[in-house]
């Protein structure tokens, strides 16, 4: 029974692979110059020569995160990853976007015998090892019961490049929420502590503070925030 899981997690993984070099086109030209028997030699060395940037849409599903009134985290997060995703595509990065609906990532773990909130945390991490992860970018949003709190918080897990990679993103967003906040670290967050790679949580603002809402719930603004957060990733990427 575990053998058949494995399996078909490794397969799932496989796929996605397949699918994200397909959308950029580039299996399809190699393949074109390429006689048959030598496309599955090429696959590897297409998808290894980009970073591969994991985006995590936190929550979904039964899971609404944080909310005011009928705005829940869940549906913010969804939006600003999938233009996040746009944003690294668009730009030649390898990003894979580990939700695309409104659905539970514990719903797909079938592998863990524990509570929904540690099944849900331990398929965003599992992703991580199913694929040649460079990086991990987790997108949420804050919220405080002092509705003054405002601005973007990056955390970092306890290693040099997580730190860099948080400092760049919160320089960017700053500079759009002309906020001044520096990286925290996110010492209790299981994300952080169990990801090997690289990884960072993005606050992208506070559901509980009246302007951060209005930015967090409007279109333009999630564009906005999310180009931010792609720069701050690719200025990280290009400098190392």
């Known amino acids: 029974m575990q053998l058949r899981i494995a399996f078909k997690r490794n397969l799932f993984a496989m796929l996605l692979i397949v699918l994200t070099i397909l ?3 580039e299996l399809c030209s190699a393949a074109a110059a390429s006689p048959s028997n030598e496309r ?8 290894f020569s980009r970073p591969v940037v994991i985006i995590d849409a936190g929550h979904g599903g039964i899971d609404g995160g944080t909310s005011h009134k009928e705005v829940l985290e ?8 999938q233009k996040l995703y746009l944003f690294l595509r668009s730009s030649g990065y390898v990003a894979i976007l580990n939700r695309n609906g409104d659905y539970a990532l514990s719903e797909e ?20 090892d199913e694929l040649p992860t460079t990086l991990l970018v987790s997108l949420h949003v804050n919220w405080n019961k002092h509705s003054g709190k405002s601005g973007p918080v990056v955390l970092y897990q306890n290693i040099a490049e ?14 759009f929420y ?16 169990q990801t090997k790679q690289p990884a960072v949580i993005v606050e992208t603002g506070f559901i509980s503070n009246e302007h951060d809402r209005k930015l967090l ?16 990733i690719m200025a990280h990427l290009t400098a190392w």
């Open 178 to 193: 002309h906020s001044s906040r520096l990286p925290v670290y996110g010492k209790p967050f299981y994300l952080l502590n």
């Open 74 to 81: 869940k549906d913010i997060n969804l939006k600003i990853a």
């Open 23 to 25: 959308s950029a086109g």
């Open 40 to 47: 599955t030699e090429q696959l590897p060395n297409l998808f």
């Open 217 to 232: 719930c409007d279109p333009v603004a999630q564009k906005q925030i999310a180009a931010a957060i792609a720069d701050g």
């Open 109 to 128: 773990n079938r592998w863990l015998k524990s509570s929904r909130h540690r099944r849900d945390l331990a398929q965003r991490k599992s992703l991580t």
């Open 162 to 175: 997580s730190f860099l990679l948080a400092d760049s993103i919160q320089q960017y967003l700053n500079s």
